[in-house]
T-cell receptor, first 114, second 112 residues
Framework: DTGVSQDPRHKITKRGQNVTFRCDPISEHNRLYWYRQTLGQGPEFLTYFQNEAQLEKSRLLSDRFSAERPKGSFSTLEIQRTEQGDSAMYLC????????????FGSGTRLTVV | GENVEQHPSTLSVQEGDSAVIKCTYSDSASNYFPWYKQELGKRPQLIID?????GEKKDQRIAVTLNKTAKHFSLHITETQPEDSAVYFC???????????FGKGTHLIIQP
């Protein structure tokens, strides 16, 4: 286990299509986070899981976005009816005891909506 | 919600000189302030952090200072080296939340 894995690395989709991304955290980390990063900006918090429970959701997470972590291990982030404004890097991070222990980020999934 | 402002957006310094990046935050309940470094095409990595009950923290060539009254915190890098070139993000955690609010980043360029 060498770190946080995200799949796919790149995704190009047509506007209106649904997309799903996967994140595999470090195995002993029970906390998992999704962030979105656009060019020239810092990461923006989307949502957070502790084990399988989704504990925080940002206002940025519209009804078109849904995240799951069914068994408290990997997580998926789905975007329905994609829009051009959804184009961004989607970063996953995990932590063993919360944000004050520091995040380990994955390499991200770059989404391009055309 | 929390708002984090970061300055400057770009900072160019001569190798060996010091670099200072400043951030302000809006939520007085914020209690944890990390700094992340992101090299081109790579993932953000935590380089140093500070909690609200501490005024300063050092780790070799990097240090962070926090002024709770003024609601600002700064990253100081001394004896800069070419490998310090990257984008640096400050962030703040509000109260008991586990999500972070990040600044927009500072692109640090080390001139040889």
């Amino acid at each position: 286990d060498t770190g946080v894995s995200q799949d796919p690395r790149h995704k190009i989709t047509k506007r209106g299509q649904n997309v799903t991304f996967r994140c595999d955290p470090i195995s002993e980390h029970n906390r998992l986070y999704w962030y979105r990063q656009t060019l020239g900006q810092g990461p923006e918090f989307l949502t957070y899981f502790q084990n399988e429970a989704q504990l925080e959701k940002s206002r940025l997470l519209s009804d078109r976005f849904s995240a799951e972590r069914p068994k408290g291990s990997f997580s998926t982030l789905e975007i329905q009816r994609t829009e051009q404004g959804d184009s961004a890097m989607y970063l996953c991070a995990s932590s063993s005891r919360g944000v004050t222990n520091g995040y380990t980020f994955g390499s991200g999934t770059r989404l391009t909506v055309v | 919600g929390e708002n984090v402002e970061q300055h400057p957006s770009t900072l160019s310094v001569q190798e060996g000189d010091s670099a200072v990046i400043k951030c302000t935050y809006s939520d007085s309940a914020s209690n944890y302030f990390p700094w992340y470094k992101q090299e081109l095409g790579k993932r953000p990595q935590l380089i140093i952090d500070i909690r609200s009950n501490v005024g300063e923290k050092k780790d070799q060539r990097i240090a962070v200072t926090l002024n709770k009254t003024a609601k600002h915190f700064s990253l100081h890098i001394t004896e800069t080296q070419p490998e310090d070139s990257a984008v640096y993000f400050c962030a703040a955690r509000s109260g008991g939340a586990d999500g972070l609010t990040f600044g927009k980043g500072t692109h640090l360029i080390i001139q040889p």
